[in-house]
């Protein structure tokens, strides 16, 4: 499964220096996963030649303006290219009154199905599932209510040892030994042991979202041993006193969440407009954890399997 995440805004608060307000395009498989949309996000995407009728699922963490108010152009623009198929929001619930106020204002009769799920629960929850991954929201603390989300690709199946394969086998029994089982003879007995005709599966891969919050350590359990982090890294160290005040995080801080969730890399984002150059954030986070990296506008990450 294509599992990738594309930067289309890193900034905080307003668009500086080149860079936009919050948003990223997952691809997951075949289809997008949008996670918060900046004012920016439908020129980013329009940029990027991304078909925006592939975005089947949109994850808004909180209402701050810069996580969501491109949300209402894109939908309008969805329903200019007469869009027909479902499109669902998880976001705090106040989002559902906002979009339905703006479109009776202009009579617009959306094209398409808006499906709004709200998301008002504590601890980590499954909240979506499809074949190949699931998405999990969680808490965050940013002063007003605030998700981070977690997408797991779903446990992937055996790996059949081809060379190794009598010719007498038959699909049925391949399909076992593909869902972890040994196949058993009408007697209960071991006919083809799992481990000799199939290898173990790939591990299954995870990414973290986790804009915006203070220092938080609430949220290690739920983001353990991810393979990548995003973690909101608004200020440096200095600015510490501005982050406790604002519900941010800093550079140092983000790091160390990385570090104790075991995670494998740990990108940053959500910088403050006072930071044109980016250098001292990455400097402060690699002296906690050493596997970080900036997050830029229009880059790829990809997990690989
Ligand atoms: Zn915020």
């Known amino acids: 499964m294509t599992f990738q995440i594309k930067i289309l805004g890193n900034n905080s608060a307003i668009p500086a220096h080149g860079r936009n307000q919050t948003s990223q395009l997952l691809q997951l498989d075949k289809q997008y996963v949008l996670i918060d949309c900046g004012e920016a996000t439908?020129?980013?995407?329009?940029?990027?030649?991304?078909?925006?009728?592939?975005?089947?699922?949109?994850?808004?963490?909180?209402?701050?303006?810069?996580?969501?108010?491109?949300?209402?152009?894109?939908?309008?623009?969805?329903?200019?290219?007469?869009?027909?198929?479902?499109?669902?929001?998880?976001?705090?619930?106040?989002?559902?009154?906002?979009?339905?106020?703006?479109?009776?204002?202009?009579?617009?009769?959306?094209?398409?199905?808006?499906?709004?799920?709200?998301?008002?629960?504590?601890?980590?929850?499954?909240?979506h599932r499809e074949t190949q991954f699931t998405i999990?929201?969680?808490?965050?603390?940013?002063g007003i209510r605030c998700y981070g989300f977690l997408i797991n690709e779903n446990p992937k199946q055996w790996r059949i040892?081809?060379?190794?394969?009598?010719?007498?086998?038959?699909?049925?029994?391949?399909?076992?030994?593909?869902?972890?089982?040994?196949?058993?003879?009408?007697?209960?007995?071991?006919?083809?042991?799992?481990?000799?005709?199939?290898?173990?599966?790939?591990?299954?891969?995870?990414?973290?979202?986790?804009?915006?919050?203070?220092?938080?350590?609430?949220?290690?359990?739920?983001?353990k041993n991810a393979d990548i982090l995003y973690h909101e890294a608004t200020f440096g160290d200095e600015m510490e006193d501005r982050a406790i005040l604002t519900n941010h995080s800093t550079a140092s801080q983000a790091a160390s969440i990385a570090k104790k969730a075991k995670v494998g890399k740990l990108f940053l984002g959500h910088y403050s407009t006072r930071y044109k150059d980016l250098t001292s954030l990455l400097e402060e986070a690699r002296g906690i954890?050493?596997?970080?990296?900036?997050?830029?506008?229009g880059e790829t990450i990809y997990l690989k399997e």
């Open 136 to 142: 999990q929201a969680f808490p965050l603390e940013h």
């Open 42 to 127: 439908q020129n980013q995407l329009s940029r990027q030649n991304i078909k925006i009728g592939k975005i089947k699922t949109v994850l808004i963490s909180h209402l701050h303006g810069d996580h969501y108010f491109g949300l209402i152009g894109l939908l309008s623009t969805m329903h200019l290219f007469h869009r027909n198929n479902k499109l669902t929001i998880f976001a705090p619930p106040e989002l559902e009154r906002i979009i339905y106020l703006q479109l009776e204002a202009s009579e617009t009769k959306l094209s398409f199905k808006l499906d709004f799920i709200p998301l008002t629960h504590r601890g980590k929850k499954e909240i």
């Open 289 to 297: 954890f050493k596997e970080t990296y900036l997050s830029t506008e």
């Open 161 to 223: 040892n081809k060379e190794n394969l009598p010719e007498e086998m038959r699909i049925q029994e391949i399909l076992t030994l593909k869902n972890g089982k040994h196949v058993l003879d009408e007697n209960g007995e071991v006919k083809y042991a799992l481990e000799k005709y199939a290898l173990s599966p790939r591990p299954s891969r995870s990414y973290a979202y986790c804009s915006d919050t203070r220092y938080y350590e609430g949220v290690i359990p739920f983001i």
